[in-house]
């Protein structure tokens, strides 16, 4: 009776995963009110706000009446700590949005999707390349249903009244405007930046944009082998090697470098950029909001992360969510269900919305909403990709020692790329 069980059970995960592949695919249409389903009713938990998730799955319930997705707000500062005491004491969720930061330390917990199910290929077709972060050699660990990418926000009356008709589009651009937007007192001393870039403990996303650097010339952060992740941080994989890519980083803190533009005197980039006194900042789309509030009268607007002249390919780092379902979900077949819903079509596009971000799939990439800032954004999440962060705390520890190893002259570029390669190689093992 236990054999026939289990392969009971296998072929109706088998087919509920043939179901997902096809109505991800858009072969099979969802949301008509006349079709029939499964029901019953879903616990999802995330930080987004309730105030958002209460229309969005009204709207949803009105489509799907037989289902009842029951959504429960979590602190983005507990959501971590919250999730793993439930799962301890058999309370957790059926499912999740996971962000990317969290895919490795939920890797064991969560339902895997097995590629023999839903073809790499076809997902692939249907998600931009960021959403791959979910991927694994065993299989899929989320159905990505957004995508947050860095992008440059800047200041355009600092650039016209410099002459600059354009934002820069490449980093040797942005070099070059250091002497033009760089301004000084008389005591030499900058009062006005041209980017946050350098130093690590003043610059918001720091280790984004080093990271985005590293990426842009062909490099992997995390890559996985024999099933195993690991560090690529000594493994370039291009003609441009990481130590002089973190060089270039840290030479626009350095006040011998004729790229000097940035010093641990400025509050940190954000609110440098709001106070007017920073050219280029550089966040994420999710932050325009906050960004509009911090200062409404100032003139900004935003372009893609510059890239590398001598590389044919675009990228830009980017922040990833994707809904995870637990193993242990006492409702699992309900909710891999209600999952393919959500993260297809109408929901997954005003989700995004809703939430100033870009949605996953591909198709709806290209339906850009009509305001001046969501095509930007989603023509960057295209280009967009992550990498698997253990342990956001301790990476940013990391990353910060490799800038401020290099700043304080204590390692050499070289040295702190091999110190941050074992550091994170550390991390990485289970």
Same mark, same amino acid.
């Given at each position: 009776?236990?054999?026939?069980?289990?392969? /009971?059970?296998?072929?109706?995960?088998?087919?509920?995963?043939?179901?997902?592949?096809?109505?991800?695919?858009?072969?099979?249409?969802i949301g008509n009110k006349n079709?029939?389903?499964?029901?019953?009713?879903? &616990? @999802?938990?995330?930080?987004?706000?309730?105030?958002?998730?209460?229309?969005?799955?009204?709207?949803?319930r009105n489509t799907n009446p037989?289902?009842?997705?029951?959504?429960?707000?979590?602190?983005?500062?507990?959501?971590?700590? !919250?999730?793993?005491?439930? @799962?301890?004491?058999?309370?957790?969720?059926?499912?999740?949005?996971?962000?990317?930061?969290?895919?490795?330390?939920?890797?064991? %917990?969560?339902?895997?999707?097995?590629?023999?199910?839903?073809?790499?290929?076809?997902?692939?077709?249907?998600?931009?390349?960021?959403?791959?972060?979910?991927?694994?050699?065993?299989?899929?660990?989320?159905?990505? /249903?957004?995508?947050?990418?860095?992008?440059?926000?800047?200041?355009?009356?600092?650039?016209?009244?410099?002459?600059?008709?354009?934002?820069?589009?490449?980093?040797?651009?942005?070099?070059?405007?250091?002497?033009?937007?760089?301004?000084?007192?008389?005591?030499?001393?900058?009062?006005?930046?041209?980017?946050?870039?350098?130093?690590?403990?003043?610059?918001?996303?720091?280790?984004?944009?080093?990271?985005?650097?590293?990426?842009?010339?062909?490099?992997?952060?995390?890559?996985?082998?024999?099933?195993?992740?690991?560090?690529?941080?000594?493994?370039?994989?291009? %003609?441009?090697?990481?130590?002089?890519?973190?060089?270039?980083?840290?030479?626009?803190?350095?006040?011998?470098?004729?790229?000097?533009?940035?010093?641990?005197?400025?509050?940190?980039?954000?609110?440098?950029?709001?106070?007017?006194?920073?050219?280029?900042?550089?966040?994420?789309?999710?932050?325009?909001?906050?960004?509009?509030?911090?200062?409404?009268?100032?003139?900004?607007?935003?372009?893609?992360?510059?890239?590398?002249?001598?590389?044919?390919?675009?990228?830009?780092?980017?922040?990833?969510?994707?809904?995870?379902?637990?193993?242990?979900?006492?409702?699992?077949?309900?909710?891999?269900?209600?999952?393919?819903?959500?993260?297809?079509? !109408?929901?997954?596009?005003?989700?995004?919305?809703?939430? $100033?971000?870009?949605?996953?799939?591909?198709?709806?990439?290209?339906?850009?909403?009509?305001?001046?800032?969501?095509?930007?954004?989603?023509?960057?999440?295209?280009?967009?990709?992550?990498?698997?962060?253990?342990?956001?705390?301790?990476?940013?520890?990391?990353?910060?020692?490799?800038?401020? $190893? &290099?700043?304080?002259?204590?390692?050499?570029?070289?040295?702190?790329?091999?110190?941050?390669?074992?550091?994170?190689?550390?991390?990485?093992?289970?």
């Amino acid at each position: 009776m236990k054999g026939n069980f289990q392969i /009971i059970t296998i072929i109706v995960f088998i087919a509920l995963a043939i179901f997902g592949v096809l109505v991800f695919s858009g072969a099979i249409p969802i949301g008509n009110k006349n079709e029939v389903g499964g029901q019953g009713t879903v &616990v @999802l938990w995330g930080t987004v706000k309730a105030g958002i998730m209460s229309n969005l799955l009204e709207e949803f319930r009105n489509t799907n009446p037989t289902f009842t997705v029951q959504y429960i707000q979590k602190s983005m500062d507990t959501f971590d700590q !919250d999730l793993l005491e439930a @799962l301890a004491e058999g309370t957790g969720p059926d499912m999740f949005f996971l962000p990317d930061n969290l895919v490795f330390r939920y890797a064991n %917990k969560i339902a895997t999707i097995p590629y023999q199910s839903y073809p790499l290929s076809s997902f692939k077709n249907t998600f931009a390349g960021a959403g791959e972060v979910f991927l694994t050699s065993k299989g899929i660990l989320a159905i990505p /249903i957004s995508i947050d990418p860095l992008v440059m926000y800047y200041n355009r009356s600092t650039l016209d009244a410099n002459g600059v008709v354009y934002p820069p589009a490449f980093w040797d651009e942005v070099s070059l405007l250091v002497p033009v937007l760089t301004k000084r007192d008389e005591l030499n001393r900058i009062i006005k930046s041209t980017v946050a870039m350098g130093h690590f403990s003043n610059v918001n996303h720091a280790k984004d944009i080093i990271s985005t650097l590293f990426m842009q010339v062909g490099n992997e952060i995390v890559t996985e082998r024999d099933g195993n992740f690991i560090s690529a941080l000594s493994t370039s994989s291009s %003609k441009y090697n990481l130590a002089s890519i973190l060089k270039f980083y840290t030479d626009f803190a350095d006040p011998n470098s004729s790229i000097y533009s940035w010093n641990k005197s400025f509050p940190n980039s954000n609110v440098a950029f709001s106070r007017e006194a920073l050219a280029f900042y550089f966040g994420f789309a999710s932050e325009l909001a906050s960004l509009v509030n911090a200062n409404p009268n100032q003139n900004f607007f935003v372009s893609p992360v510059p890239q590398n002249r001598n590389l044919n390919s675009k990228l830009t780092n980017a922040h990833v969510t994707g809904l995870a379902l637990l193993s242990s979900s006492r409702n699992f077949d309900t909710a891999f269900t209600v999952a393919n819903l959500i993260t297809t079509g !109408d929901f997954a596009s005003k989700f995004a919305l809703a939430t $100033g971000v870009a949605p996953a799939r591909r198709d709806l990439l290209q339906i850009k909403p009509e305001n001046a800032y969501s095509p930007i954004f989603y023509n960057s999440a295209l280009f967009a990709k992550s990498w698997l962060d253990p342990s956001p705390k301790n990476t940013d520890d990391i990353w910060r020692r490799m800038v401020d $190893g &290099v700043l304080s002259n204590s390692m050499s570029v070289e040295n702190a790329i091999q110190d941050a390669n074992s550091k994170l190689d550390l991390l990485l093992l289970r």
